[in-house]
Structure formats: structure tokens, C-alpha cells
């Protein structure tokens, strides 16, 4: 089975741009969250969707950020205008149980690099 | 409310030695514990995860790790470190959707 499947990979880009990540979850997996990694804050969850549904975005830094989930295979997060305080990699993780104790699959991560 | 606290942020070992990383964790609930590696510039691989079951729990590369509930802790080990077991490790405390990563270990593997 592939795993969850992030892109781009890697992206530089320069203030006031606008960046779009995306992720395609586990085929199955019903919970899909997306993450945040940084040297100084470590790992922040900005929002979870079950079911296509956010549930939590509590996490979301600001309303530069935005994310959706148009159908169970895909998911994106958006970032408008971007700054460099966004540079960070990005993880996309799926869960088949929203409820419970399944574990997270991860994708590679997209690393951003805002000028 | 769900907290993980990873003791150590740095564990350095000699090749061949025991490894020990160290997780504390607080819940109003019974949660399941995972731990995760994660190598440079790659995703967050599951090592193993605890789920009420045995309290001693194998993963994989010869990880394992003991659920104590009396402690609240969830302590890894492996007998002997390889170089290539040199990553961060996050302990992971979960109840439904509510999951708390640990700040990291990064454990550093000497020849």
C-alpha cells in the first residue's frame, strides 16, 4: 500500500506568496491531521479532519492559514500571504479510526522556505 | 486533559550499549502510547504502541517498551544501540483525537 503522499517536497518561495500543500491520505483511513515542525516549537497540530469535516483548528497559527478536505483522498493547506515565520516542514498524517487508538501514518513532509 | 514529558532531549550511547529514553505521561483517561523515529528529513515512522493490552510492548528493530501505570510512564529500551537507530523519538500519548507528541529525544549513537 503506498503511505500518505505529501507534495511538493520541498518548497522555496518569497514573501506575500501564496503556498498550496498537499496531502493524499491513507485510501481507508477516515482521520487526517496536519502538522507543523519546527527547531523552536517542535511538532503543533493546526487542524484534524474526520470524515472530510474539520473538527479542530484550533492549532491554525492565523487567517493566513486555511485547509480543506474536498473528498477523502485529498487535503490541502494553504498559506496567503506567506511570511518567513511560516518556514517550517509541514507533515500530513491519516488515522483509520477517529475515534479511538489508531495510530498516525506520516507522510515525508514538505519543507517551506519563505524568503 | 493529556500531557507526555520526554526526561532526556539528548541521550548519547556507544554502539552495543542499552538504550534508555525516558516518557512520563498524565491522563484523565486509560490512553493508548505510541513511539515514534523520526530520521533526518524524513516523516514520523511508528515504532510501537500501546493499546491496553500487554503492558510490554515489542517494535520494531528490536525496540520495546513497558507500559507502567502505577509510574505513568512509558520508558523505551532496545540492548543494544546500532548507528542507525541515531534519530529523534517522540512519545505519544492518544485518547480519541486528542494527541500530545513528547518535545523529542535526539539520541546520538558513538562508534
Known amino acids: 500500500d503506498a503511505g500518505v503522499i505529501q507534495s511538493p517536497r520541498h518548497e522555496v518561495t518569497e514573501m506575500g506568496q501564496e503556498v498550496t500543500l498537499r496531502c493524499k491520505p491513507i485510501?481507508?483511513?477516515?482521520?487526517l491531521f496536519w502538522y507543523r515542525q519546527t527547531m523552536m516549537r517542535g511538532l503543533e497540530l493546526l487542524i484534524y479532519?474526520?470524515?472530510?469535516?474539520?473538527?479542530?483548528d484550533s492549532g491554525m497559527p492565523e487567517d493566513r492559514f486555511s485547509a480543506k478536505m474536498p473528498n477523502a483522498s485529498f487535503s490541502t493547506l494553504k498559506i496567503q500571504p506567506s511570511e518567513p515565520r511560516d518556514s517550517a516542514v509541514y507533515f500530513c498524517?491519516?488515522?483509520?479510526?477517529?475515534?479511538?487508538?489508531?495510530?498516525?501514518?506520516f507522510g515525508e513532509g514538505s519543507r517551506l522556505t519563505v524568503l | 486533559a493529556q500531557s507526555v514529558t520526554q526526561l532526556d532531549s539528548h541521550v548519547s550511547v556507544s554502539e552495543g550499549t542499552p538504550v534508555l529514553l525516558r516518557c512520563n505521561y498524565s491522563?484523565?483517561?486509560?490512553?493508548?502510547l505510541f513511539w515514534y523515529v523520526q530520521h533526518p528529513n524524513k516523516g514520523l515512522q511508528l515504532l510501537l504502541k500501546y493499546t491496553s493490552a500487554a503492558t510490554l510492548v515489542k517494535g520494531i528493530n528490536g525496540f520495546e517498551a513497558e507500559f507502567k501505570k502505577s509510574e505513568t510512564s512509558f520508558h523505551l529500551t532496545k540492548p543494544s544501540a546500532h548507528m542507525s537507530d541515531a534519530a529523534e523519538y517522540f512519545c505519544v500519548v492518544r485518547y480519541n483525537n486528542d494527541m500530545r507528541f513528547g518535545a523529542g529525544t535526539r539520541l546520538t549513537v558513538k562508534p
Open positions: 491522563s484523565s483517561y486509560s490512553p493508548s
Open positions: 485510501s481507508g483511513h477516515n482521520s
Open positions: 498524517a491519516s488515522s483509520r479510526t477517529g475515534v479511538g487508538t489508531g495510530e498516525l501514518f
Open positions: 479532519f474526520n470524515n472530510n469535516v474539520p473538527i479542530d
